[in-house]
């Protein structure tokens, strides 16, 4: 399975650990002439795009330091004479070889035979396997594993090098990449490819590209948008009236006219539509443009340059099986004069996965107050399973006008964040109640028909990020008695600030559940606490007679 990343444009290919393996230039050689025409083609593919050496390493030593001179025990000192090999004790460098991330690489590997008489240098040049499985296998680009010397700027390349490096970022990727490096590898052919989370999505040039700001607050151009990854970034952008027309960042044809790779490496297309747009004033007030078929170009008007982009927010809709089926794009376009010499632009992405509804947040990253809580389950195997709709995933009782608790059993209310919340209801026990069956009406009344398991740390954790999520722990306290009635749930709720301290993001970093149970005695004619950190839900038990009643009948 090879996943492409690109440094540099490198390939990286996860391969098994093997104890040998020809290389590619005897597979290639030893390709009968009666093979298939494929397969020889596809054996000079995989050799032309083995990374080439960038250093001799028969000819490199590290350890020859002195000039025309003979350095101690370093056998690769081309200064040094037999005579010299014969008082050396051992080699300080042993082994000599090019760029340790290769795969597969020549080693000069440096000995001393000292039953030899006198003793000799014994010098190898092997080809070495990388034994890990992260190493870079072939490259599409012949400057990746090497510092390019800069081009030295004259009077007719100067304009050239000023629009290429000029800004404060700019990409060093080739004009061109070489997309289909393995494309004719037969071992690939039966090969079903589908994104995953985190990879890049590719497009027909290179890959969708979601600006953000890298060193500084000026949008770089080269940050890949990952699968199921949301984002929300802005940055600056340097713009002019009078180059408005000329600035692709700023025009709506760079964000759509790329069409994406509904897999990887794949020839369907998925192309990207304009979902909506909206016109921002100079003062900014916004309007919805009824009409979002016609793409609006920068455009030099009175002094003005208008429809310029100041937002874009992607939305993807993929499949089960990692294939996206459709990607759409909303705008918010606006307008600058003479004076402005930057502007801020915004740009975001979400999923949806076909056939469901989006889950909402409550938060990005950090907990907004009043948002509720967003919780969920976790089968064995899985991610988290939350309910679509986000005021159902953590409830607690709901007060009504007459309190009877049996009345209320299925009227639930959301736990919202930061907020301080009380509940009660009142419950009437009759002589002829038997204790099982009331202590699990009493606690589907306390949590819930489905009470979760786990809770977002954020307001935009991922289902997938399991790690994200917060376990919740269950205690229960109780007296020793043969029939225990559900008298109390205590929730606490344990958050923190994270991050920067100029904007500090709500985190939560623990959830108990305590259920406190009582005696049928204890139950009589008390007033029971049910508490949430500092959110307090109130539970009243009110019986019909005040002697003990008998629940064992």
Request: proline share 6%; aromatic share 8%.
């Amino acid at each position: 399975m090879a996943a492409a990343l690109r440094l540099g444009a490198v390939f990286f290919l996860l391969l098994p650990l093997r104890a040998a393996e020809p290389s590619m230039e005897l597979a290639a050689s030893s390709a009968s002439p009666a093979a298939p025409p494929e397969i020889r083609a596809a054996a000079r593919a995989r050799t032309r795009s083995r990374p080439a050496p960038v250093t001799d390493v028969a000819k490199l030593c590290v350890c020859d330091l002195l000039v025309a001179q003979c350095d101690v025990n370093c056998c690769c000192d081309p200064d040094c004479s037999a005579a010299d090999f014969s008082l050396f004790t051992t080699c300080s460098v042993p082994i000599v070889t090019g760029d340790s991330r290769l795969c597969s690489q020549k080693a000069a590997i440096y000995s001393l035979d000292v039953e030899a008489d006198p003793p000799e240098r014994i010098f190898k040049l092997i080809d070495q396997v990388n034994p890990s499985v992260f190493c870079i296998h072939a490259t599409n680009y012949k400057q990746a594993l090497s510092f390019s010397s800069p081009e030295m700027p004259t009077s007719e390349t100067f304009d050239q090098l000023l629009k290429q490096f000029g800004s404060a970022s700019f990409s060093a990727e080739p004009d061109s990449w070489n997309m289909n490096t393995d494309a004719q590898n037969p071992s690939d052919a039966n090969e079903t490819y589908r994104y995953k989370y985190g990879v890049p999505i590719q497009t027909v040039d290179a890959f969708l590209r979601l600006p953000s700001p890298v060193v500084s607050s000026w949008c770089s151009d080269v940050n890949p948008a990952g699968f199921l990854v949301n984002q929300a970034t802005k940055c600056t952008r340097s713009v002019s009236v009078e180059k408005c027309g000329n600035i692709q960042a700023v025009s709506m044809l760079f964000y759509i006219n790329s069409s994406i790779l509904a897999v990887p490496k794949s020839s369907q297309m998925v192309n990207i539509t304009v979902q909506s747009i909206v016109v921002q004033s100079l003062n900014g007030m916004r309007t919805l443009l009824n009409g979002s078929d016609v793409i609006r170009l920068p455009l030099i008007l009175d002094e003005l340059c208008i429809n310029i982009v100041l937002g874009v927010s992607y939305h993807i809709t993929y499949t089960d099986a990692g294939e996206i089926i459709e990607a759409a794009a909303s705008f918010v376009l606006g307008a600058i004069n003479k004076e402005v010499l930057s502007i801020q632009q915004s740009f975001e992405i979400s999923f949806t996965q076909v056939n469901t509804k989006p889950v909402p947040l409550s938060g990005n990253p950090g907990y907004v107050v009043g948002l509720p809580i967003r919780a969920g389950f976790r089968p064995q195997g899985s991610g988290i399973i939350q309910n679509t709709n986000k005021y159902s995933q953590l409830t607690i009782l709901q007060s009504t006008s007459n309190q009877d608790c049996l009345a209320a059993q299925g009227t639930r209310t959301p736990i919202l964040f930061g907020y301080n919340m009380i509940s009660g209801c009142k419950l009437r026990i009759t002589a002829d109640m038997k204790c099982q069956p009331l202590t699990q009406i009493l606690l589907d009344l306390l949590k819930g028909q489905s009470f979760p398991e786990y809770v977002a740390s954020f307001g935009n954790s991922q289902a997938q990020d399991v790690l994200d999520w917060v376990p919740i722990t269950h205690l229960h306290t109780s007296e020793q008695s043969s029939c225990q009635i559900p008298v109390s749930l205590e929730i606490e709720v344990k958050w923190t600030k994270y991050g920067s301290l100029v904007n500090p993001q709500a985190r939560i970093v623990n959830v108990t559940a305590t259920i406190t149970t009582a005696t049928a005695k204890q139950v009589c004619n008390q007033i029971i606490g049910f508490k949430i950190k500092k959110w307090f839900v109130l539970l009243r038990y009110q019986l019909c007679n005040s002697d003990p009643v008998n629940l064992f009948r």
